[in-house]
């Protein structure tokens, strides 16, 4: 247990939804990423937020947004979904912004 | 950009060992890693080494990295069934910290 907490494990929503992706960091940790893993692209860096502040953007789509909270717990929102957002997202955490980084188990979506 | 690649594909037998190789561009690496996904879960950070470092050992697994070359490759020793999964290779950049993952080698332990 890497002790980084995503929430749900698994999603199914319809073309032109949106959902709300959650992730609790390891205790202590200040920086969360976000990536999506599918079959054609692997595993792609989203967005990095450090102590609430955006610190870092990857090939995050402009339908894609997240946040991350005083209480250090973030939220990546999907909307507009189509079929080809269907993937792993992963969250991960990491101390500080220069040290390794501890994923969760990962939230499958699935849009139908 | 950054890239980072790694072969699809490689099958050993219960008892050998295994070595998993990796190619990456960015000279300015700094940490490399290596993590382990197993089917329906998440990855599991394995082992990384520094840029300044040509191995590290840390029980049955062994990283060499040839910065000249930008080679980097995990060797699993006495291979096990339980270490059939995905192994990707990552690195960070200097600068911002994310992680750029290869695709991933699939390993496949045969009893």
């Known amino acids: 247990d890497s002790g980084v907490t995503q929430t749900p494990k698994h999603l199914i929503t319809a073309t032109g939804q949106r959902v709300t992706l959650r992730c609790s960091p390891r205790?202590?940790?200040?920086?969360v990423y976000w990536y999506q893993q599918s079959l054609d692209q692997g595993l792609q860096f989203l967005i990095q937020?450090?102590?609430?502040?955006?610190?870092a953007k990857g090939n995050i789509l402009e339908r894609f947004s997240a946040q991350q909270f005083p209480d250090l717990h973030s939220e990546l929102n999907l909307s507009s979904l189509e079929l080809g957002d269907s993937a792993l997202y992963f969250c991960?955490?990491?101390?500080?912004?220069?040290?390794?980084?501890?994923f969760g188990q990962g939230t499958r979506l699935t849009v139908v | 950009g950054e890239d980072v690649e790694q072969s699809l594909f490689l099958s050993v037998r219960e008892g050998d060992s295994s070595v998993i190789n990796c190619t990456y561009t960015?000279?300015?690496?700094?940490?490399l890693y290596w993590y382990k996904q197993e089917p329906g879960a998440g990855l599991q950070l394995l082992t990384y080494?520094?840029?300044?470092?040509d191995m590290k050992q840390d029980q049955r697994l062994t990283v060499l990295l040839n910065k000249k070359d930008k080679h980097l490759s995990l060797r699993i020793a006495d291979t096990q069934t339980g270490d059939s999964a995905i192994y990707f290779c990552?690195?960070?950049?200097?600068?911002?910290?994310?992680?750029?993952f290869g695709g991933g080698t699939r390993l496949m332990v045969k009893p």
């Open positions: 991960a955490s990491a101390l500080g912004s220069n040290t390794e980084a501890f």
């Open positions: 205790s202590g940790d200040l920086s």
């Open positions: 937020y450090y102590n609430g502040e955006e610190r």
């Open positions: 960015d000279s300015s690496s700094t940490y």
């Open positions: 080494i520094f840029s300044n470092m």
């Open positions: 990552a690195e960070r950049e200097n600068a911002g910290n994310m992680l750029t």
